[in-house]
């Protein structure tokens, strides 16, 4: 046992605050202890207030409630030690130094996570749902983040492996004792199983990406012709002004993004180049990445002229499908309400006047609850998840294609090694740096 091998970092944010938490998990966590005065050490899993000395000079840090978790009831599973201090610079500065001193390393990113993975205190779902928590911005997020990190992504994977490892050993046992007095309808009892499965994974695989766009944001994008108002509907929903507005048509050349919260839901909102026909290159590349970005959204909001309705911009008409919203801009001036384009109704706003846009909010919010509300199973997450779900689905379709015992025994393994490589139970050591790497420091 070294002091190397004990980490430590400051777990709360960097900067001024009432409270900084630093935190110490190793081996020789419990020495740290002895920067505490008075001497007797806390009991474990009980609060005390103590004051930190400088394990050199003996002068005095600050005053601090001092916890003690010994191994393996800690979050990382070894002994850890946290100093509840006061939130200043100065003392920060001061107790990392202590910390240096008493020879503890300072932690890298997510390296208490990953101990905490390592001595089987979580599986890797539940250690990137903490990450998840960490960066979550909004209440949609922090749900899916902790129902995560409950366990229930990983329990499913589990359960499913489980299922596989018992078909396994069948097939197993038909291979290996082919001559014993055995079942005689063990194949077709596995192939049922599997069945069963398949269908199982390809109904959590079709989940319209609900849970990697939560994490991510959903993608909602503003496009229309010049001068209908889509940079000043951006600036109203973001309530500042992060577009140019201008007169001129052909203003916005690029996208422009903001993060909305709407109802709990993280939103990624665009602006876009007016669409029209375009000689100019700078121009044109806008109205191309104008053009991208609807393919790309999960929602489109179209942007009409009032000011000419109900004349209709053709190039905005084509992008009408289910994944649009028609708006009617500067309501205000429109003379005729009545028209709707491609027999779908518009919503008539007056970004001036601000007349329909509590409307389109509560519309815009219902329509991402109705497309991506919880259906109640644990979204998939993260792309490494659906891409090992993917191999574990080929694997067992393939494995109901297979005559031979072996082949299909083979085949059942690989899916559920694809399966354990989702929790950490198989091949992950070329996994941990990409999972951890983002993490931040003090988790």
Known sequence: MTAESTIFALASAPGRAGVAV?????????DALNLCRPSPQPKPREASLRKIHHPKSDELIDQALV??????????????????????????????????????????????????FENGCLDLTEAEAIADLVHAETEAQRRQALHQFEGALGKMYEAWRARLLRSLAWLEAAIDFSDEDLPGDIAERQTAELRVLVQ??????????????????????????PNAGKSSLLNALARRDAAIVSATAGTTRDVIEVHLDLGGWPVVLADTAGLRDSTGGIESEGIRRALARAEQADLKLLIFDGAVWPTQDEATQKLIDERAIVIVNKADVVANKASAPQNQAALFISVK?????????????????????????????RARHRQALEECQSHLERALKDNAAELRAEDVRLAMRALGRMTGRVDVEDLLDVIFRDFCIGK
């Open 67 to 116: 916890l003690w978790f010994a191994a393996p009831n800690s979050f990382t599973g070894e002994d850890v030690v946290e100093f509840h201090t006061h939130g200043g610079r100065a003392v920060a500065q001061a107790m990392t130094e202590a910390l240096r001193v008493q020879g503890f390393r300072m932690a890298e990113p997510g390296e208490f996570t990953r101990r905490a």
């Open 353 to 381: 006047t601000g007349e329909g846009i509590p409307t389109l909010l509560e519309y815009l919010t219902h329509e991402i609850d109705v497309r991506f509300a919880d259906t109640g199973a644990p979204p998939l997450t």
């Open 200 to 225: 199982e994974i390809a109904h959590h695989l079709d989940d319209k990406n609900r849970g990697e766009r939560l994490r991510e944001g959903f993608s909602v994008a503003i496009l229309g012709p």
């Open 22 to 30: 630093f935190r110490i998990s190793g081996p020789l966590a419990k």
